[in-house]
């Protein structure tokens, strides 16, 4: 685990930096998914991708208070569960492969393990 003296801002925490490029990464992967998909499957999945990133921002700017930056990194999490089941309607729908699927699932473990690290040791943030 990072130090608490090197984080400069949300930027720099490992934790921001897979969400956001796994936010990048489904958004590159649903632009092969059916043109009907369009108002459903695929804003929805963008849309929880990338809500775990833009969560993260917010529990670091209010990471002064600990409840309120705890319960910001659980919403991350529950937005990559979300995701998660996106991911398995995509795959189910046959629009990504079982590799493509099992290389996202993996990322999102090791993000939810992440992010429930943060919170176990919620006081190293607390600024």
């Given at each position: 685990?990072?130090?608490?003296?090197?984080?400069?801002?949300?930027?720099?925490?490992?934790?921001f930096q897979?969400?956001?490029?796994?936010?990048?990464?489904?958004?590159?992967?649903?632009?092969?998914?059916?043109?009907?998909?369009?108002?459903?499957?695929?804003?929805?999945?963008?849309?929880?991708?990338?809500?775990?990133?833009?969560?993260?921002?917010?529990?670091?700017?209010?990471?002064?208070?600990?409840?309120?930056?705890?319960?910001?990194?659980?919403?991350?999490?529950?937005?990559?569960?979300?995701?998660?089941?996106?991911?398995?309607?995509?795959?189910?729908f046959k629009y990504?492969?079982?590799?493509?699927?099992?290389?996202?699932?993996?990322?999102?473990?090791?993000?939810?393990?992440?992010?429930?690290?943060?919170?176990?040791?919620?006081?190293?943030?607390?600024?």
């Open positions: 685990m990072q130090d608490k003296k090197d984080y400069k801002g949300y930027r720099d925490l490992k934790v897979l969400a956001y490029q796994l936010a990048l990464d489904i958004h590159e992967l649903t632009k092969n998914f059916p043109k009907e998909e369009k108002y459903s499957l695929t804003d929805q999945m963008r849309r929880s991708s990338r809500s775990v990133a833009a969560n993260l921002a917010e529990a670091w700017e209010k990471r002064r208070y600990e409840k309120t930056f705890i319960s910001k990194l659980v919403d991350c999490a529950g937005e990559a569960g979300e995701t998660e089941v996106w991911l398995c309607f995509s795959k189910d990504i492969n079982e590799m493509q699927y099992e290389n996202l699932m993996s990322k999102y473990e090791e993000l939810n393990r992440m992010l429930y690290g943060i919170v176990s040791n919620a006081d190293k943030f607390i600024s």
